[in-house]
């Protein structure tokens, strides 16, 4: 009998032969060895006992592997017909992440982002702040014109001729009218406005601009009053406005209106000085810009956007005119003009020391309140902008340059060929005519407003300096007064001069000059021979009411004073001499020195039918104040009869005005010409 031990330690002993190993002293069966044997040769011994991917880790932070003592190798049973499997590698454990330097990285970046955020954040606080909230608020960004007041025009004395009054503009926003509320608005408007139908519905039907932007503003009517505003307002229609305006007004109507002028319906000067002086006048209007909501309110957001750029006025133009010497003399003028039937008269005042221009009057005058109720020929500024041909009042610039080119004596005289001379195959005769071999002084030549006397003198002064003198005295080119389109008139050179010239234009014929040119000729003669400019402005008045006085006017001496001093004097003989034609030009208690002159008129290229009269006169003779100026174009009448009486009544008022004392003295007696026989003649 087999001992049972033997059978068991004869399987172990097989077993553990099979199996290709040897066993130990004291060692399991061969059961404990089998269930410590693993796959790939390890026993559980073998085998870690901790995480498996421990030793990649230590690897990772650098600690040294540990070293492997391998057990003794057993043997392992042969397998007769199983084929050896091929060993496999044990995979490759994941790297792990390094958690230091990935926060690291992600502090670095979070640092970047911030830094970029911040600086985004300043640019857009500093620099962007306001471009981009104009951007964003564009939508609801309404605007508000801030009209800039306009400058008045004042007299010498601060009195108002122009200025402009507090009114109210309509305007429409077609973009927030519906098709179908066109007509109703329309009829509305029509209503309270006065305008047709047909001129609104195309301001308030939606469209687009030429640029393709969409339109969202028309002015529908301007210069209202302020009750047609509120008017307007009251019926509350959807996309029509009220807005602030101005209107210019004349207090005077047509007080000084053909000096003044008058502006459109945007405010700007269309004629006159509200033309000339538009830079002065017109200030520089300022924008509102504010958040408004949205839909139907339409009204401004408490405490929301805003921006103002206030107005700028303009300045005030102050003129040299006197309001109350310009409206008697334009009264006096109209009367005057009526009564002798005249297209067309104007009159000039002038200050004879300083060439301010007190009155400067049209006829006939127009309505500045209602340009539209006036013709072109109305609004003309006769003294400025009408040319004719003088007449006899320019007999004092031949008979000027005699005496000052010493080609007559003041007290010589001139030896007439009779009472007609020729010129050119062309007579010219006198109307007081006198005997062959007559010897007519200058105040005869003045007295009589002989053709024949003043072309005698000519013919001894010469054409050149007869040109020259005209020239000096400021003919042919423009007074620079402040007037737009003033005319400058024409003379011309002796070169252009045919025979005939030798005989008319010594007396006034083919001369284009304007009335106050001439006012100017005498003014030089009342100032001792010394040409002052004339001229309209006075300053400006900045908004800050500084003042700025104008340019002051040029100045030149054109006649010696003694020479001057024998022309006022023999004009004298003009007014008081017998047989004169100036006698309806005296004023009681004043001596007057004057002339009369009867010319043409020159319309579209050709004399115009009917005469020129005029008369140009200064006093007190003995120490001249004022020089006053008036011409009329009237079917006939010479200027003794048609324009003296207007000038003496014009002057008259005007020495009571500016309390100049009546003269001392009386006008002196002239001997006006010398018979054959060389006894003296009066007439």
């Not at 009448?637 to 005007?654: L, N, S």
Request: proline share 8%.
């Amino acid at each position: 009998m087999v001992p049972i031990r033997g059978r068991s330690g004869g399987a172990g002993g097989t077993a553990g032969r099979g199996s290709g190993g040897a066993t130990r002293s004291g060692s399991r069966t061969g059961i404990g060895e089998a269930r410590r044997y693993t796959p790939r040769g390890r026993t559980v011994r073998d085998a870690p006992s901790r995480d498996p991917f421990r030793p990649a880790l230590e690897l990772l932070k650098g600690e040294p592997a540990r070293a492997r003592t391998p057990e003794k190798a057993r043997p392992r049973p042969k397998a007769a017909a199983a084929p050896r499997r091929p060993v496999r590698k044990p995979k490759r454990p994941p790297r792990l992440a390094d958690p230091k330097r990935r926060l690291r990285v992600a502090t670095v970046l979070v640092f970047v982002l911030v830094t970029v955020i911040a600086g985004r954040l300043v640019t857009l606080q500093l620099t962007d702040a306001d471009q981009i909230a104009r951007e964003g608020l564009r939508d609801r960004l309404a605007h508000e014109v801030l009209f800039a007041p306009r400058g008045a025009i004042i007299d010498r004395s601060g009195h108002v001729l122009a200025q402009s009054v507090e009114a109210r503009l309509v305007f429409a926003d077609p973009s927030m009218i519906s098709a179908h509320d066109v007509g109703p608005t329309a009829e509305a408007l029509r209503g309270v406005l006065g305008i047709p139908i047909s001129e609104l519905v195309p301001k308030l039907s939606r469209k687009k601009r030429a640029d393709g932007s969409i339109d969202e503003f028309e002015y529908l009517a301007r210069g209202l009053d302020i009750a047609t505003g509120n008017a307007v307002k009251a019926l509350n229609l959807p996309g029509i406005g009220v807005g602030r305006d101005e209107r210019r007004t004349a207090p005077g109507r047509d007080l000084a209106a053909n000096l003044i002028g008058f502006t459109g319906s945007d405010g700007a000067g269309l004629t006159g000085l509200e033309w000339a002086f538009e830079d002065q006048l017109s200030g520089i209007n300022g924008l509102r810009t504010f958040e408004t909501g949205n839909g139907d309110l339409g009204t401004q957001i408490p405490g929301g956007y805003e921006e103002q750029k206030p107005a700028r006025p303009g300045s005030s133009v102050q003129l040299t005119i006197d309001r109350d010497l310009q409206y008697e003399v334009q009264q006096l003028l109209a009367v005057r003009m009526t009564a002798v039937n005249a297209d067309f008269g104007a009159a000039v005042v002038l200050d004879v020391h300083t060439g301010d221009v007190l009155a400067q009057a049209s006829f006939p005058p127009y309505d500045a309140a209602n340009p539209a109720g006036s013709t072109a020929a109305q609004r003309l500024d006769a003294p400025s902008q009408v040319v004719v041909d003088p007449g006899s009042v320019h007999k004092v610039i031949t008979l000027a340059a005699g005496l000052q080119t010493h080609a007559i004596e003041p007290d010589g005289t001139v030896t007439l060929p009779g009472g007609t001379i020729v010129k050119g195959g062309t007579p010219f005769s006198d109307t007081t005519p006198l005997r062959a071999g007559t010897k007519i002084t200058i105040p005869g030549i003045l007295a009589y407003s002989s053709n024949v006397g003043t072309i005698t003198v000519a013919d001894k002064v010469g054409p050149q300096a007869l040109y020259d003198y005209q020239l000096k005295f400021g003919l042919g080119s423009r007074t620079g007064e402040g007037m737009p389109n003033e005319a400058p008139g024409l003379v011309q050179p002796p070169s252009r001069w045919s025979g005939s010239s030798l005989g008319s234009i010594p007396i006034g014929m083919g001369v284009s000059v304007t009335p106050l040119q001439m006012a100017a000729v005498y003014a030089t003669i009342a100032n001792n021979g010394g040409y002052v400019q004339p001229h309209l402005i006075k300053a400006t008045i900045a908004p800050d009411h500084k003042v700025t006085p104008w340019a002051a006017p040029k100045t030149r001496q054109v006649l010696a004073p003694d020479c001057a001093a024998t022309l006022r004097q023999d004009l004298e003989a003009v007014v008081t001499a017998p047989g004169a034609t100036g006698h309806s030009a005296a004023v009681p208690g004043y001596r007057v020195a004057g002339k009369t002159g009867t010319g043409l008129q020159v319309k579209d290229g050709r004399y115009a039918p009917g005469e020129v009269a005029s008369f140009i006169g200064m006093a007190p003779a003995e120490a001249p104040r004022y020089v006053i100026a008036v011409f009329a174009h009237s079917p006939g009448g010479e200027g003794g009869a048609v324009a003296a009486p207007a000038f003496r009544d014009m002057m008259a008022f005007t020495l009571r005005y500016f309390q100049v004392p009546p003269s001392s003295t009386t006008a002196p007696k002239f001997t006006l010409s010398y018979g054959a026989d060389g006894a003296a003649q009066t007439r």
